[in-house]
C-alpha cells in the first residue's frame, strides 16, 4: 500500500513547488525586470513623486467640470475595483435604455448638433476602463476648458498629446487616458478655488 502511496505523495508535493512556488516567482521576476511599471500595477503619482494618486489600469470617478469624464462604471458604486463589472443588462432593458437616453440628453445639451460616441453614454464590461475614444474626449474638451478658463484648443492639444494608437497598431482603437489627462490639466493649467 505504501508502495502506492508514496509516489502520489512525492508528485504532489514536487508539482507544488514547481507549480505553486518556483513557477510564479520566475514569472514575477521576469516580469518585474521586463515590465517593471506594468508588475507595480501601472501606478501614478503626484507631481511630488511621493503619492500615489491612481493607477493607468483603472479608472477613477471625475466627476468635476473641470476633468474628463471616464466612461459610467456598474462597478460596485461605482469605479470599485473591488467589485469589478458590468450591468448584465440586455439593450431591451427599460432601465438601461432610460439611462442611456438620460445621459445622451445631458450630452446634447453639453454639446448640441454633435453626434455623441458610443462609449460616451455605455459602460465598460468591466466597469473600470480608464481609456475613452479621442472623440468622447473631444466632446467634453468644450466643458473642460470652460471651467478652467483655458481655450478649448489647449485642451484639444493635451488630449492629442495622450492618445494611443491600436495595439501594434491594429489590436483594438485609439484611445486617452483619463488620469493621464487630468494629471496633465492639473499640472499645466490648475483650477484656482475661490477664497470663501
Known amino acids: 500500500m505504501i508502495q502506492h502511496l508514496r509516489p502520489a505523495i512525492v508528485m504532489t508535493v514536487l508539482f507544488t513547488l514547481l507549480l505553486g512556488l518556483a513557477y510564479p516567482l520566475a514569472i514575477t521576476g521576469i516580469a518585474g525586470v521586463a515590465f517593471p511599471n506594468q508588475a507595480s500595477g501601472s501606478l501614478l503619482h503626484d507631481t511630488s513623486g511621493k503619492v500615489v494618486i491612481g493607477s493607468s489600469l483603472i479608472a477613477q470617478g471625475f466627476s468635476r467640470p473641470q476633468y474628463l469624464h471616464p466612461r459610467a462604471s456598474a462597478a460596485g458604486n461605482g469605479y470599485d475595483p473591488m467589485s469589478s463589472g458590468g450591468t448584465n443588462l440586455g439593450p431591451l432593458d427599460q432601465k438601461l435604455i432610460d439611462r442611456v437616453k438620460g445621459d445622451a440628453a445631458?450630452?446634447?445639451?453639453?454639446?448640441?448638433?454633435?453626434?455623441?460616441?458610443?462609449?460616451a453614454v455605455t459602460t465598460s464590461g468591466s466597469g473600470l476602463d480608464p481609456d475613452v475614444s479621442p472623440e468622447n474626449a473631444r466632446l467634453q474638451a468644450p466643458r473642460v476648458a470652460a471651467a478652467r478658463g483655458i481655450?478649448?484648443?489647449?485642451?484639444?492639444?493635451?488630449?492629442d498629446a495622450n492618445q494611443e494608437g491600436p495595439v501594434l497598431g491594429f489590436i483594438g482603437?485609439?484611445?486617452v487616458n483619463v488620469l493621464a489627462v487630468n494629471q496633465a490639466l492639473d499640472a499645466r493649467y490648475p483650477v484656482v478655488q475661490p477664497k470663501s
Do not use: F, N, S
Open 106 to 119: 445631458t450630452l446634447a445639451k453639453e454639446a448640441p448638433g454633435v453626434t455623441i460616441p458610443a462609449d
Open 151 to 159: 481655450e478649448v484648443p489647449i485642451v484639444d492639444a493635451l488630449i
Open 173 to 175: 482603437q485609439p484611445r
